[in-house]
């Protein structure tokens, strides 16, 4: 079961290293074999990601792209109830977002110079949706909707079939709803490859995101470059700072919501209370045996889950600082009196009533968030993702005639005559120094 440890500043620090090299451990093995299907997609295209379908995912279709109809006949099987919530958890979803639309913008300066900076959507972008241990419908919405406020014009998304070589319904349910344009029927490394190269099928897009497993992720890293990407979206992760106020029956089904994702998945709690650090303990023991997914949530929390005891919630923030965890709960008597201490998080979640997996569903913030201590430099998937920015410049003569002495001497300072020239060419009744 999970280790308890009294907080020592040694232990902590060796247990982010544990959870840092968790992540690389298992890139470095999976490195050869992602390369290798990679390379195979591009060379082979189409043919290449059948044989890995049917190999990794067990049977393949004959037609990686679900067309238009079978879409329509395969969502006729969801639940209503179901199609309900996903309409209100989108609605949820795009007010959140469009709060993150930038305007494009133009300034004229007094001196009658132009300046200002267009912002345009991408022009096609690939969703990958994962579809493996489990099905994500809400991954189709925190991507696609983004997307499609910041204008994005074409969207492709790819996500595993399931065993029987089928679309799993409820995620082609969501993807309609958000405004998916086409849907391909592949996951793993195959499907990133695909739409990083483009195939016979497939189009080649300009960005792809979401999450996925290391094979996943590892093949986003590698492409980063040939496509662009968002970010190492990695093994869910959830850290708690919790003071004794907190329930410990909320905190081990908290953490145990993330262990639930994979065996990678890592859940760990920092209190200052150490009665507390053991009633949760067994609440997690007692819980775990009611959950369909026990054995990926055991394993989890053996190897990467952690009940540490702090001397004070100042040294648990401190901590969470520097593992800088994809998903933050603070479940204090004064929740509010850390957000701004709180530097390095994917999302934080206040109070004893936002469990994390209100985030992953229905509140409005993005669930794709950075994993593997990345929220450092990271942020989670956003408007800004889907987007270009290009700056522009209009100078009057008058204007130019102003600066032109200043541009001139910093492109010699650099050595650059060509550039001085560029200006010198069009004053040539001024005498440049
Ligand atoms: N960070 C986030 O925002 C976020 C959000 C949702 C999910 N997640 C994470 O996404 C992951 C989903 O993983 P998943 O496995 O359920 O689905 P997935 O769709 O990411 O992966 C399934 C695919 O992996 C490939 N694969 C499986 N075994 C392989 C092997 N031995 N060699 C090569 N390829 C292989 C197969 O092609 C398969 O289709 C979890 O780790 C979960 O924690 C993260
Ligand atoms: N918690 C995941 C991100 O780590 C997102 C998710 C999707 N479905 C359920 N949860
Ligand atoms: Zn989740």
Redesign the pocket.
């Known amino acids: 079961m999970i280790t308890t440890v009294i907080a020592d500043g040694k232990k902590e620090y060796d247990f982010i290293e544990l959870l840092k090299s968790r992540a690389q451990n298992s890139d470095k093995n999976v490195i050869p074999i992602v390369s290798e299907i990679i390379e195979n997609v591009k060379t082979n295209g189409d043919k290449a990601v059948y044989d890995y379908t049917v190999k990794f995912d067990g049977k393949a279709p004959e037609k990686a792209e679900i067309s238009a109809d079978e879409i329509d006949a395969v969502i006729s099987e969801c639940d209503p109830k179901y199609i309900e919530t996903v309409r209100k958890a989108a609605k949820n979803i795009e007010d959140f977002h469009k709060r993150q639309v930038q305007q494009s913008w133009l300034t004229t300066k007094n001196n009658g110079v132009i300046m200002g900076q267009r912002i345009r959507g991408l022009k096609r972008v690939g969703i990958y949706v994962p579809g493996g241990t489990a099905a994500?419908p809400?991954s189709v919405l925190m991507n696609a909707i983004p997307a499609k406020i910041a204008g994005v014009e074409e969207i492709v998304m790819c996500t595993p079939p399931m065993k029987n070589g089928k679309p799993n319904p409820n995620i082609l349910a969501a993807a309609k709803l958000a405004g998916v344009d086409r849907i391909f029927l592949m996951g793993g490394a195959q499907a990133v490859a695909a739409m990083a190269y483009g195939t016979e099928s497939v189009p080649k897009v300009d960005k792809i995101v979401g999450p996925g497993n290391i094979f996943v992720a590892t093949a986003k890293k590698l492409l980063y470059g040939t496509v662009d990407i968002d970010m190492i979206a990695g093994p869910?992760e959830i850290l708690i700072i919790a003071d004794k106020s907190a329930n410990p029956k909320f905190l081990a089904a908290d953490l145990m919501?993330?262990a639930?994702?994979d065996k990678l998945a890592s859940a760990i709690l920092l209190t200052d209370c150490e009665e507390l650090a053991n009633q949760t303990v067994k609440e997690l023991e007692r819980q775990v045996q009611t959950l369909s997914r026990n054995e990926i949530i055991n394993s989890s929390l053996d190897n990467f889950g952690a009940i540490i005891v702090c001397s004070d919630i100042k040294q648990a923030v401190l901590f969470a600082n520097e593992l800088a965890p994809e998903?933050l709960e603070v479940c204090c008597e004064n929740p509010m009196e850390y957000v701004g201490k709180l530097d390095n998080a994917g999302s934080v979640f206040l109070g004893n009533y936002s469990p994390?997996?209100l985030g992953?569903?229905f509140a409005g913030p993005n669930?794709v968030l950075p994993t593997s201590g990345t929220a450092r430099f990271f942020s989670p998937l956003s408007v800004d993702s889907f987007v270009k920015k290009s700056s522009f410049i209009c100078y009057t003569e008058e204007a130019l005639r102003n600066d032109a002495q200043d541009v001139v001497r910093f492109a010699d300072t650099e050595g650059l005559t060509a550039h001085a020239n560029s200006i010198k060419v069009r004053f040539e009744d001024i005498d440049f120094e």
Do not use: T
């Open positions: 994500y809400s869910s919501s993330q639930e994702h998903h994390e997996p992953d569903y669930h």
